[in-house]
């Protein structure tokens, strides 16, 4: 049983290129969530979603965009990398809102030079 | 919305010692107040939450309590062991919310 795994978990990129990053899970729990995770920032909302075709942005949504066709993945999309979103990117899922246990994948870990 | 400030940001005691981490929050609503630790490399797990209806929780050597009224809750560990090494998040959201707003995160370090 995989749970949430994440795609790749390393990359390095370049300013001004597009990069993916995926998020699949096996579990068909209904909310999705992508976090970045900085030094003295902790975790902070990227976007999520609440089923398959709806998303919404979190606190942080500027320069990514998101989708979700099927329950089961969740890409992130930098369209247009800058050095800013070097981080490493958390997805998540959880089987209803908030107050459910968000579970949490391995993380990717981007570079941008 | 919601703001969640956690305190320390780093900690280091010795194995045995107990470890209290603090963190307030600015929205009235809150009433879920989750605990995540994260291990080296790995992504955060939750390892024990409270709901605005009990004071404190425990769970072994874990334990939890909620100040209401002072809009603040701490995470207590005694008896800390080497394992404990990890970074811990609050986090705060109310039943109606689809999101949790997370703290900054305590680095613990347990010296042996």
């Known amino acids: 049983d995989a749970g949430i795994t994440q795609s790749p978990r390393y990359k390095i990129t370049e300013t001004g290129r597009q990069v993916t990053l995926m998020c699949h899970q096996t579990?068909?729990?209904?909310?999705m969530f992508w976090y970045r995770q900085d030094l003295g920032h902790g975790l902070r909302l990227i976007y999520y979603s609440a089923a398959a075709d709806i998303t919404d942005k979190g606190e942080v949504p500027d320069g990514y965009v998101v989708s979700r066709s099927k329950t089961e993945n969740f890409p992130l999309t930098l369209e247009s990398a800058t050095r800013s979103q070097t981080s490493v990117y958390f997805c998540?899922?959880?089987?209803?809102?908030?107050?459910?246990?968000?579970?949490f994948g391995p993380g990717t870990r981007l570079t941008v030079l | 919305g919601e703001n969640v400030e956690q305190h320390p940001s780093t900690l280091s005691v010795q194995e045995g010692d107990s470890a209290v981490i603090k963190c307030t929050y600015s929205?009235?609503?809150?009433?879920?107040f989750p605990w995540y630790k994260q291990e080296l490399g790995k992504g955060p797990q939750l390892i024990i939450d409270i709901r605005s209806n009990v004071g404190e929780k425990k769970d072994q050597r874990i334990a939890v309590t909620l100040n209401k009224t002072a809009k603040h809750f701490s995470l207590h560990i005694t008896e800390t062991q080497p394992e404990d090494s990890a970074v811990y998040f609050c986090a705060a959201s109310n039943f109606g919310n689809e999101k949790l707003t997370f703290g900054t995160g305590t680095r613990l370090t347990i010296i042996p």
């Open positions: 579990w068909s729990h209904s909310y």
């Open positions: 998540a899922t959880s089987l209803g809102r908030s107050t459910d246990t968000q579970y």
């Open positions: 929205d009235s609503a809150s009433n879920y």
